[in-house]
């Protein structure tokens, strides 16, 4: 079953066992599709009002984007000002400050910008030492004639800035870390760490090897060294005129490869923003947006007729199709698209309904801010996640 989400939607009814996959036509779809093509409108009309979508994590970033635009700002601006309160925040550990390191232990983060009154883009990948690498992708849209910069490019342009070079791993992020690394063991089942690797588990022995931490960060830790997560916020914005602009931002996937780069900073697959149609992003596993370069394929789907949901849909669809739709492998990871049309339709889309922890299912949401306060919506999707 497929949930609604919001914008006002008609409903949504295509079947969801989606046999043939999201990026397989017969011919009679693709004539249908051409004609849909000939006929699609070079923009749509604006919806006359404001409105910010975002990611779960983003109840503060789109109340803060909103505020802005509501008072005159820009809306790339408005929406960088937004996630800068979540990059700054230490507490989540998906993006900016706190961020779960690579596995070396050094944090690195990945952004994307689009400004939509001046098409311009920029980005930055695997950049160290700075909270808030959405400002630094913005000064590269903004300063060069470059779209992306990367690792220590990215960092030295960032300081040419006047950027302070900071430590962004907090200790509960080094712990966790830590945990990780002390957790991983060869064939044998032999590390090289005292207290051996098996022993890790019980709480007890988790809190010999480090007595200092509390039984509550001690949890967390294991938590996030043995389900490495992903995370990252994506924000949209409409104001009233029909501009419209986006970012990313993340510190991307635990305990990478050092220099691993996911889908965030990819214009075109972590974000896409055409304000004559919409914008388009995505947070979860990076790999399988890139594959099928979601943003920029969501907003071609809205320009040809689709709403954000449906658009949002057929996205998902791609990435099951890229596994056959076999949900035994595609169990093991999750990804969410947001998006958000000119005339002010938004939708959210996931591949599975929620995340399960204790037989329990929480299921997959998504952040808007249409002039009040920030809510939550449920976001639609693909497969039914069991408890
Ligand atoms: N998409 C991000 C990446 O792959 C991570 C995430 O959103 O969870 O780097």
Redesign the pocket.
């Known amino acids: 079953m497929l949930e609604r989400a919001g914008g006002g939607l008609p409903s949504f009814a295509d079947g969801t066992d989606n046999k043939s996959g999201g990026a397989m036509f017969t011919r009679r779809h693709w004539l249908s599709a051409s004609a849909v093509l000939a006929a699609a409108p070079q923009a749509l009309p604006a919806g006359g009002k404001p409105i910010v979508i975002s990611s779960a994590n983003g109840l503060r970033a789109c109340a803060r984007a909103m505020e802005m635009i509501r008072s005159g700002a820009d809306t790339l601006d408005a929406v960088v000002a937004g996630v800068n309160i979540v990059e700054e925040d230490p507490e989540d550990d998906?993006v900016g400050y706190g961020g779960l390191p690579n596995e070396e232990g050094v944090v690195e983060l990945?952004s994307c910008v689009m400004h939509g009154p001046t098409r311009r883009a920029g980005s930055v990948a695997s950049i160290r030492g700075v909270k808030t690498p959405s400002k630094v992708a913005k000064l590269v849209m903004e300063q060069t004639d470059h779209i992306m910069l990367v690792g220590e490019g990215a960092g030295r342009f960032a300081k040419a800035y006047g950027f302070k070079e900071e430590n962004l791993l907090t200790e509960k992020s080094r712990l966790a870390w830590l945990v990780w690394k002390r957790s991983l063991r060869d064939a044998s089942g032999h590390n090289n760490w005292i207290g051996g690797p098996g022993a890790l588990k019980p709480a007890a022995r988790l809190k010999q090897m480090f007595p200092e931490a509390s039984d509550e960060l001690l949890a967390y830790a294991w938590e996030r060294a043995v389900n490495p997560p992903?995370?990252?916020i994506n924000c949209l914005a409409l104001n009233a005129k029909g501009e419209m602009s986006g970012v990313t931002t993340?510190s991307?996937?635990a305990w990478k490869i050092p220099g691993r780069v996911?889908?965030?900073p990819i214009i075109g697959a972590?974000l896409y923003v055409d304000q004559d149609v919409g914008a388009a992003g995505?947070?979860?596993?990076?790999?399988e947006?890139i594959r099928i370069a979601g943003g920029h394929t969501i907003v071609e789907n809205m320009r040809h007729g689709m709403s954000p949901r449906e658009a949002c849909l057929d996205a998902v669809k791609r990435v099951a199709r890229n596994y056959d739709n076999d949900r035994a492998r595609l169990a093991k990871f999750d990804i969410s698209f947001y998006a958000l049309g000119r005339d002010g339709q938004y939708g959210s889309a996931a591949l599975w309904s929620g995340t399960a922890k204790n037989g329990q299912v929480r299921p997959r949401q998504f952040a808007v801010n249409d002039g009040g306060k920030s809510r939550l919506e449920n976001c639609a999707y693909l497969y039914e996640r069991k408890g």
């Open positions: 998906s990945d992903t995370g990252t993340t991307g996937l996911g889908d965030s972590g995505s947070t979860g596993r990076g790999e947006n």
